[in-house]
């Protein structure tokens, strides 16, 4: 338990060493178990100045902002708890004149972690690279086949995340047959991808897929994809708030409202619009700690300085104080293979492949308003994570 949560490194090796001076004749105490002597070797190496890497300019420079104040938000959260933290400079990825030119500017200040680049041709980059000089928390997923440099780690909010947990938590309920509706172009089909290897790997069936673009369209499209009702337990969604708030109804008017339906967080605008959003009643969806629980401490401290954090747009604010916590905790997640890691874009794990993995909680619209659900009881196969993940 001890190596369970999200205290420092230094809180949790003397959470170790109590315990051994409280149990001085415990076998463990004497001979101290391989994950723990690892937290100690890790704790003699502390983090001291970190990079974050940003493009501070151009069309990302929106994106950039809210994972900066949410970085540097949980840095001065954690100063204010009285933990040590370690000294973050910011580096605009715009005005770089190359990879390498950065990377020896970072080495001359001293940096020991990178936490960017945001940008996914800078990720690839990396990525095609066999070592990289410092360790790197990239904040994008890059596409790149085969072996990744050991120093590389990648993080993001990839729908690929949410279309696996739906398939997991369908499965967990006891559905076996989905039918599936996505956006038509090329995010949609890596999320449909996504789900059905998921789902295919648990032993699910795919029954039928359709790709839904204009309004005028989604009728005839539910149409075509209800064709196979009786075969199917459920319809997986990935959609905008717009067009799920169309589906639902047409779901009713063609005598399936008892079908339901899991979705990816898309559908959700993070604001509190009963009103609007009763047309999504009854949708089952994966969505981030942070705008599942506006009570935590940190998001309230964040959207009083910038209220659009209470949006969808607060995310990327929880993406940035988790990518705060994954520099304090990279090499531990890493060094302790199923160790977990509660952040607020979800429970972040390390995939052998270095990839962070997202685990979301649930969350169901009731009289307009998203509801978190319990977590699903039901034991789940272990599947592998595909190697290549990405965002829009």
Request: net charge neutral; with cysteine.
């Amino acid at each position: 338990a001890i190596t369970r949560g999200n205290l420092a490194l230094d809180q949790q090796l003397a959470a170790i060493e109590d315990w051994q001076k409280q149990h001085p004749g415990h076998p463990a105490a004497r001979n101290l178990p391989d994950d723990l002597e690892r937290l100690k070797t890790l704790a003699r190496e502390p983090l001291n100045r970190v990079a974050l890497l940003l493009p501070l300019q151009g069309q990302l420079a929106g994106v950039s902002r809210a994972l900066q104040d949410g970085f540097m938000a949980a840095r001065y959260e954690a100063l204010a708890a009285g933990q040590s933290a370690p000294t973050v400079t910011v580096y605009d990825s715009t005005q770089m004149g190359s990879l390498d030119a950065f990377y020896r500017q970072a080495q001359a200040a001293g940096i020991q972690l990178v936490v960017g680049p945001l940008e996914k041709n800078f990720v690839k980059q990396l990525g095609d690279r066999p070592q990289l000089p410092i360790n790197t928390l990239a904040l994008n997923y890059g596409d790149s086949q085969g072996a990744q440099p050991p120093q590389l780690f990648q993080f993001g909010l990839a729908a690929e995340d949410e279309a696996r947990e739906a398939a997991r938590r369908a499965w967990a309920d006891g559905k076996r047959s989905a039918g599936a509706m996505v956006p038509q172009g090329d995010w949609g089909a890596r999320v449909l991808a996504a789900f059905q290897n998921e789902w295919q790997q648990l032993g699910g069936r795919l029954v039928a897929a359709e790709r839904i673009g204009q309004p005028v369209e989604i009728a005839n499209r539910i149409s075509s994809l209800l064709q196979m009702r009786q075969g199917m337990d459920f319809i997986f969604l990935a959609s905008t708030p717009a067009q799920a708030r169309q589906i639902k109804p047409i779901l009713v008017y063609q005598n399936a409202r008892d079908l339901p339906v899991y979705a990816t967080s898309n559908l959700n605008s993070g604001v509190n619009e009963p009103g609007v959003n009763q047309d999504l009643n009854g949708i089952l969806f994966c969505e981030t700690p942070w705008l599942l629980d506006p009570s935590n401490p940190l998001r309230a401290k964040i959207t009083a300085q910038w209220p659009q954090a209470g949006t969808s747009i607060g995310r990327l604010y929880a993406m940035g104080a988790d990518a705060y916590l994954l520099a304090l905790h990279l090499q531990q997640l890493k060094a302790l293979p199923n160790s977990e890691l509660p952040g607020l874009s979800g429970n972040l794990s390390v995939a052998p492949d270095q990839r962070v993995v997202r685990h979301l909680p649930w969350a169901e619209f009731r009289n307009g308003v998203a509801q978190p659900l319990p977590a699903s009881n039901a034991p789940l196969p272990t599947t592998s994570v595909p190697a290549s993940l990405s965002t829009p």
